[in-house]
């Protein structure tokens, strides 16, 4: 009865607590989709207000009222924004984590263009990349990151401290001296322990950068300003979507009649990245100095095939948007499968290390073993 008596309260406690792990994993794991979700959400229902002809103010008191628990603590906080006066874009904008930076960006752009129904589609597709997140987070990034790599660091660990000094002391009752390998693993170990910690880390913070989102890229530009606009013009498939998101605002706002100078400042907000509205300044004053677009643009297209694109596209004389939609779509393209490749990679490389680092330290105990018997047999 007493084994069996183990084995139930054994499952009494083990079975909540593997539960309530398996719930915490799905919560962080589903953050980045559940945030774009709401935000999609609240851009789906400000676009039926601005339909109904009710400002987007008026619609996000109207759901306020209705304390609808699926639209998170961030959307109370909007709204309190709300009824102290803040225009809608700006409280949208001031609520920090709510919206992604991009997206809230075009929505002042939206707002200074007074017509925020024309930047809708541009949010919609900018939220896309919730579900790109998402897929990353697939490559086995949190399992390695919070299971194998902790749990080999920490077996080698206990091993190297408490067991390969017991075997050096049987070695040497038995007369038989350490192997080239133990002696390697003895005067290198603190160093592949460092290379393990440092890889740790990596995924540690790829592991923040994927739940926290938008707050831990306010609380970076908090913190180091300018870092966040820096690795969103240096990370490539960052680079590219930004590049997507200030095209795509660029063509609906000339879409909509609004000046080429205008456009331009406004689309470079909409990227939420200040690299990003530098070179947006110098477009600006080239078109300034009599330069057309096409040309101009150049500050923001060092491949050159935006301008390419624009110009055929003011020469067609279809709209800019529909023209661009092509080049929109290639750019996520790219951008996905530049993100999936760096995650496969990663992934492939900890593996490939990890199974080094186990190759090592088990050619290393079988050695020292089988020399240790043949000394003790010879003996």
Same mark, same amino acid.
């Given at each position: 009865?007493?084994p *069996? =008596?183990?084995?139930l309260?054994a499952?009494? /406690?083990?079975?909540?607590?593997v539960?309530s792990?398996?719930?915490? +994993?799905?919560w *962080?794991?589903? *953050?980045?989709?559940?945030?774009?979700?709401?935000?999609?959400?609240?851009?789906?229902?400000?676009?039926s207000?601005?339909?109904?002809?009710?400002?987007?103010?008026?619609?996000i008191l109207?759901?306020a009222?209705t304390?609808?628990?699926s639209?998170?603590?961030g959307?109370?906080?909007v709204?309190?924004?709300?009824e102290?006066?803040?225009?809608a874009?700006? +409280?949208?904008?001031? #609520?920090?984590?709510?919206?992604?930076?991009?997206?809230?960006?075009m929505l002042? &752009?939206g707002?200074?263009?007074g017509d =925020?129904g024309?930047?809708l589609?541009?949010?919609?597709e900018?939220?896309?990349?919730?579900?790109?997140?998402?897929w990353?987070?697939h490559?086995?990034l949190?399992?390695?990151a919070?299971?194998?790599t902790?749990a080999w660091l920490?077996v080698?660990s206990?091993?190297?401290?408490f067991?390969l000094?017991?075997?050096?002391l049987?070695?040497?009752d038995?007369?038989a001296?350490?192997t080239p390998?133990?002696?390697?693993?003895?005067?290198y170990?603190?160093s592949?322990?460092?290379?393990?910690v440092?890889?740790?880390? #990596? /995924?540690y913070?790829?592991?923040?950068?994927?739940m926290?989102?938008?707050?831990?890229t306010r $609380?970076?530009?908090?913190l180091f300003?300018?870092?966040?606009?820096?690795?969103?013009m240096?990370?490539?498939w960052?680079r590219h979507?930004a590049?997507?998101?200030?095209?795509? =605002?660029?063509a609906?706002?000339?879409? #909509?009649?609004?000046?080429?100078?205008?456009?331009?400042e406004?689309? &470079?907000?909409?990227t939420?990245n200040?690299?990003?509205?530098?070179?947006?300044?110098? &477009?600006?004053a080239?078109?300034?100095?009599?330069?057309n677009? +096409?040309e101009?643009?150049k500050?923001?297209?060092d +491949?050159g095939e935006?301008? $390419?694109?624009l110009?055929?596209?003011?020469? &067609?004389?279809?709209g800019?948007?529909?023209a661009?939609a092509? $080049?929109?779509?290639?750019?996520e393209s790219k951008a996905?499968?530049?993100?999936?490749?760096?995650?496969?990679?990663?992934?492939?490389g900890?593996v *490939?290390?990890?199974?080094?680092?186990?190759?090592?330290?088990t /050619?290393?105990?079988f050695?020292?073993?089988?020399?240790?018997?043949?000394s003790?047999?010879?003996w």
């Amino acid at each position: 009865m007493q084994p *069996l =008596l183990l084995i139930l309260i054994a499952s009494v /406690f083990l079975v909540p607590l593997v539960a309530s792990l398996g719930y915490l +994993a799905y919560w *962080l794991f589903s *953050l980045p989709m559940r945030r774009h979700e709401r935000a999609r959400l609240i851009l789906d229902l400000i676009e039926s207000g601005l339909k109904r002809g009710q400002a987007p103010e008026q619609t996000i008191l109207a759901l306020a009222r209705t304390g609808d628990p699926s639209l998170g603590k961030g959307f109370r906080r909007v709204a309190k924004l709300v009824e102290q006066g803040s225009p809608a874009h700006q +409280a949208l904008e001031q #609520a920090p984590g709510f919206l992604p930076s991009p997206v809230a960006g075009m929505l002042q &752009a939206g707002h200074a263009l007074g017509d =925020l129904g024309k930047v809708l589609p541009a949010c919609r597709e900018k939220l896309k990349d919730g579900v790109t997140q998402t897929w990353t987070g697939h490559h086995y990034l949190m399992l390695l990151a919070f299971v194998l790599t902790p749990a080999w660091l920490i077996v080698s660990s206990l091993f190297m401290v408490f067991v390969l000094p017991k075997l050096r002391l049987i070695a040497e009752d038995l007369g038989a001296g350490a192997t080239p390998m133990f002696d390697f693993l003895g005067g290198y170990y603190f160093s592949m322990v460092v290379v393990q910690v440092v890889m740790l880390l #990596a /995924f540690y913070v790829a592991a923040l950068g994927y739940m926290a989102g938008p707050t831990l890229t306010r $609380w970076l530009g908090g913190l180091f300003p300018g870092l966040p606009d820096w690795l969103g013009m240096r990370i490539p498939w960052r680079r590219h979507r930004a590049q997507r998101d200030f095209s795509a =605002l660029l063509a609906a706002l000339l879409d #909509a009649g609004t000046p080429e100078p205008r456009a331009v400042e406004l689309a &470079a907000v909409g990227t939420a990245n200040r690299l990003f509205m530098a070179r947006a300044a110098r &477009a600006i004053a080239d078109l300034a100095r009599g330069v057309n677009l +096409a040309e101009a643009i150049k500050h923001l297209d060092d +491949a050159g095939e935006l301008r $390419w694109r624009l110009g055929n596209a003011a020469r &067609a004389g279809g709209g800019f948007l529909t023209a661009l939609a092509g $080049w929109h779509d290639a750019l996520e393209s790219k951008a996905y499968r530049q993100e999936q490749t760096a995650a496969q990679v990663l992934t492939t490389g900890v593996v *490939l290390a990890n199974g080094c680092f186990v190759g090592m330290l088990t /050619f290393g105990v079988f050695h020292f073993l089988t020399s240790t018997l043949s000394s003790a047999t010879l003996w």
